[in-house]
């Protein structure tokens, strides 16, 4: 008999998956089903939504997640490029699996209560499949969202007893736990305001990471997820086709022959280049949150429940939003299903997230 899809995807992917720090009976016994909603383009509009998708499909590869799919954001007219259905691709050729690649809605929410209840099929497929998904699914799933937050809003304004009952948590990665002195809002939620403050209405858990400690403040914060990466300390220990995944996102190629430069040699040129970039990072520790994993000062990825301490966890908060996107937040023990990230350890976050995501990534396949 020969093996199903799923049986060689896994073999593709797990053949030398092993976390550092982590023994063969740590495995958690039963992946968590997950949809990653992304703001992916090509040309990119933000390299990192590609180390993003890397990153996502590694924990995969480890069955830490079950990845149900990509759900990627309509582009918005000020970028230049359309949803990245070949960077799926790639990352489906690299690992063996099979994950759909989903085009979200055209039109913003014109209010936190908008269900775009006149538009076609068409143009609700993303929602319908969020809204499928959940149904379909034996257990509770969880949703990334690290660009606009439309289609899942939408989803939940229209089916939220099903969000109630089969949505384990969505990881909202936007916004600013300080706005600053003169209230700018993260670009994130800049994207659709309504949509942002319409999560926050969701009956189901809420892990909140605030882009920014305070908003375009490039540093490590106590309630911000941002870190940063010099490029050479990751892309020359990859393989060579997750090498050419990277380039030919940020070489920016206007070619169709995505497989192609997957197979090809990387180009040393721009290797060189893109080595010397530093790279903004943002949505790591939720993606290892969510898997049921933490990460240590040293960068080790670790369960939930072991017994070394992390670098970041999750506060319970409570918050409101209004309709303009500003949030009205503290932490409070009592709260429930609401929590923000806080970063425990300042001066070891950057280093050990940047380990933490060298370690994901050397997992994937050769």
């Not at 259905?85 to 699996?97: D, F, I, R």
């Not at 892309?235 to 169709?256: C, D």
Request: aromatic share 10%; proline share 6%; net charge negative.
């Amino acid at each position: 008999m020969g093996l199903s899809c799923s049986s060689l995807a896994a073999i593709t992917c797990n053949a030398n998956f092993k976390y550092p720090g982590n023994s063969a009976k740590e495995k958690s016994t039963e992946p968590v089903p997950m949809i990653h909603a992304t703001d992916l383009y090509h040309t990119h509009g933000d390299p990192d939504d590609h180390w993003d998708l890397a990153s996502i499909y590694a924990l995969a590869c480890s069955e830490s997640i079950d990845l149900k799919g990509i759900l990627i954001d309509f582009p918005p007219k000020r970028r230049l490029g359309d949803p990245d259905v070949m960077g799926v691709a790639q990352m489906n050729y690299l690992t063996g699996l099979v994950v759909p690649a989903i085009i979200g809605t055209p039109y913003p929410m014109n209010g936190r209560n908008d269900t775009q209840s006149n538009v076609s099929k068409i143009e609700h497929q993303g929602i319908n499949w969020v809204i499928d998904t959940l149904k379909k699914s034996r257990v509770p799933v969880v949703i990334n969202i690290v660009g606009a937050a439309i289609d899942i809003a939408i989803a939940a304004k229209k089916e939220p007893s099903l969000f109630k009952e089969k949505c384990k948590a969505i990881y909202l990665n936007a916004g600013s736990a300080y706005t600053g002195k003169d209230k700018k809002l993260e670009f994130n939620v800049v994207l659709n305001p309504a949509a942002y403050s319409a999560i926050f209405d969701v009956p189901c858990p809420v892990f909140w990471l605030p882009c920014w400690n305070e908003t375009e403040i490039h540093e490590v914060g106590e309630y911000g997820s941002y870190y940063n990466f010099l490029q050479n300390d990751i892309l020359p220990g990859l393989s060579t086709k997750l090498q050419n995944f990277f380039l030919f996102m940020l070489g920016q190629k206007n070619s169709y022959k995505w497989l192609a430069y997957l197979n090809s040699e990387p180009e040393q040129e721009l290797l060189t280049t893109f080595n010397k970039q530093y790279r903004n990072m943002w949505c790591t520790a939720g993606f290892l949150n969510a898997a049921g994993k933490k990460v240590t000062s040293e960068g080790e990825i670790l369960p939930l429940d072991s017994k070394k301490d992390p670098v970041f966890s999750f506060k319970p908060i409570a918050i409101s939003c209004d309709d303009n996107g500003y949030t009205t937040w503290e932490v409070d023990n009592r709260a429930k299903n609401r929590y923000i990230l806080h970063v425990d350890d300042l001066f070891n976050y950057q280093k050990a997230m940047t380990l933490a995501l060298k370690n994901l990534l050397l997992q994937l396949p050769e």
